[in-house]
């Protein structure tokens, strides 16, 4: 294995300024206005970490990420930019790169299943209010309490018809289940159909252990979300990557103080994950942001203004680069002073009227010291980028997609039996009308049947390991979902 360098280049003025790979893990901040070269940061980064054994994961959201396959230096830009930092001999290399895509046109299929977002977060999605994701929980945990797998849609929409239909049966141990509820639940499930969202839900699920994977060469892989058609949902792009994150918090082992991270999650367009969500989940993402360094994941924000963040989270982004930002209003002024006071100051420079004079690509850079202390902010120019700025042309992107260890494994659907099958099966052998006067016994109902072999499906599922995953999910989860 190389050795780890003392400091990872992202930028230079007559000296080199870069992240400490120790201190990588606690976290970063880009930010800037739109076309201040916000992008070519992240991909410098990106390329940093990766040089280094370091897996990432980035959502591409104009589809300018992908040449990262692909050695760079064709862009004029980009020599003359080496040129003026006494870089001119720098050597251009492609990166390993994994695409993906949760519609399946751009890359491997990206999926969870239902229980594995649970309601909290899928609720979200489904922009229910309090008095809807209340009786949204209760489906979740009616079907944990009988052993219903919620897998994919139709799983939750078969479920969650079975909840209303059955209302009455449940209103004593569980609570009063609203019909208005149901029945928004119901719209917005169909709503969520409508635009694509099914196929994020179902098997096989994602592993998060096929994205934090090295070459040959022990570069880290890349892996890059297709997310241009997925930004047109903007609450299901900054829902699933929250997702993600919480997966990774609950998956990776406490490492301490690691040399390195194990992984980088960069985050594009972050104001959307703050964007109208409840307090209790503002301070659940405080949370995971809090602890998940020590699992040694480093998570980088990228946004046009720094203040789009909570300042519990912006406290403890340690690693930052701040592009120009624009200010013409009183309130964007004000809001500028504001972003520069979260840096360190610098005696020798003005933060906040630099911040509104930096060119495209220059940027103020503060970086963590060895010692976890942030850095006089400098200004600077960050650094070329050594992979291809031009996107991949379709042929060469199937390439890459089809000679992946992962071709053919996210591809092929996996639809085993759920909740919709369970039901499905219990409303088939329903007694036909008359049927019980044969016995001569006191007819059953037929929603008393399909609760009592609920009943028996979740002793049977409690004995099993699934059963147990599922039990513990609903004590132990960090987001209040179920596991699969």
Known sequence: MAAIPESLCIAKTDHEIGIIPRMANRHGLVAGATGTGKT???RVLAEQFSSIGIPVFMADIKGDLTGMAMPGGEHPKVKERAAQLGMADMSFEGYPVVFWDIFGEKGHPLRTTISEMGPLLLGRILNLNEIQSSVFAMVFKIADDN????LDLKDLRSMVKF????AEQFKTEYGNISTASIGAIQRSLLALEEQGGDRLFGEPALNLQDMMQTDSRGKGMVNILSADRLMQSPKLYATFLLWMLSELFEQLPELGDPLKPVFAFFFD???LLFEDIPQALSNKIEQVVRLIRSKGVGVYFITQNP???PEDVLGQLGNRVQHALRAFTPKEQKSVRAAAETFRSNPSLDVATVIMELGVGEALVSFLDPKGVPGMVERALVCPPRSRLLPLTDAERSA??????LAGHYE???DRESAYEKLKEKAAVAPLPGAEAKTGKEPVSESAKMLQAMAKSAAHAIGSQVGRQIIRGVLGSIFGRSKR
Do not use: F, K, P
């Open 40 to 42: 070519v940061t992240l």
């Open 269 to 271: 367009e972050a104001h």
């Open 307 to 309: 203040l789009d963040i």
């Open 400 to 405: 890459v997609i089809s000679s992946s260890v």
């Open 412 to 414: 092929r659907v996996v």
């Open 163 to 166: 909840v209303g239909d059955q």
């Open 147 to 150: 052993g219903m797998l919620l």
